[in-house]
């Protein structure tokens, strides 16, 4: 069992940047994929970037491709969400979800069912 914990959300102008942070309490962080997602009011969850356990390879949703970047630190226990040139349609809740799977299938990484431990949400908001 994994808790995880998100921070660094908060409320920035649009084009602005914002660092989300999620700590894992596990000593075998290294050992799970980590994704983030997010979800707007009246909205389904949507997938945001995923990277593989030793960080080698990552994934991007379409809307943030280009714009965010995400990277982690096994040492810390620690994944990071760096989100630059915000737009309002980025305001979201936004979650860190691990999943305990030994391979990392860019096909599978964006579906939040498979993913077996979510934080509670950091809210993000973009004003214009």
């Known amino acids: 069992q994994v808790q995880l914990v998100e921070s660094g959300g908060g409320l920035v102008h649009t084009g602005g940047s914002l660092t989300l942070s999620c700590a894992a309490s596990a000593g075998t962080f290294s050992s799970y994929i980590m994704g983030w997602f997010r979800q707007a009011p009246e909205k389904e969850r949507e997938f945001v970037a995923a990277i593989s356990r030793r960080g080698r390879s990552t994934d991007y949703g379409d809307s943030v491709k280009g714009r965010f970047t995400i990277s982690r630190d096994n040492a810390k226990n620690t994944v990071y969400l760096q989100m630059n040139s915000l737009k309002f349609e980025d305001t979201a809740v936004y979650y860190c979800?691990?999943?305990?799977?030994?391979?990392?299938?860019?096909?599978?990484?964006?579906?939040?069912?498979?993913?077996?431990?979510w934080g509670q949400g950091t809210q993000v908001t973009v004003s214009s």
């Open positions: 979800a691990a999943r305990s799977d030994n391979i990392y299938r860019s096909t599978s990484v964006p579906r939040a069912r498979e993913y077996d431990y």
